[in-house]
């Protein structure tokens, strides 16, 4: 089951075009990574789901992730990370288990805070303090397609305070744009 982040990469690649795509599964990656260190996990296998967790959405956008069994299953990942995978599905029955949290935590708020660096007219993370991105929150008119339902709730299900949550995720964010590794595709600027 590969979980060497390039070769992940290269997975994700064979199944995503879409750049937009490209640059979210890589912020959720970064986020997941950096929860995974903090809570003594396993990096490369948290940053492994981050980085694969929409891998069917190019292809099958109305039906995701529904089509990550079959796609992950020919890459030889097992059970429980395809499950982990398919766990971010909103309507999920199960409990979900503290990495599956993580992951439903971070697929709408590193977005959130990628947009709300780029309005800044630096365009940087670095800057970008916890109350700025409160108050876009409250602002209904920005990125109106993110849930402020799903960003709220999900830092209860992980247990974090909000505020925490936030400043953790968009450091976690600044500190890797800048790393050799996510060059390729630079998240903002
Ligand atoms: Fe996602």
Redesign the pocket.
Known sequence: MPTNRQVVWQVLRQHVTSEV?LK??LA?EIAMRAYAAKFGEDVDYWGAVGLL??VD?DKFPHDHPHHAREILTAHGYDEQFITDVES?ARDWASPRTRLQKT?LAL??LT?FIIACALVRPDKNLDNLEVKSVLKKMKDKGFARAVNRETLTSGATEMEVDLNEHIEFVTKALAAAVKSPMYQELPLVG
Do not use: Q, T
Request: hydrophobic share 35%; with cysteine; aromatic share 8%.
């Open positions: 795509l979210h599964c959720v967790h929409d959405f971010h992951l697929d709408e977005g």
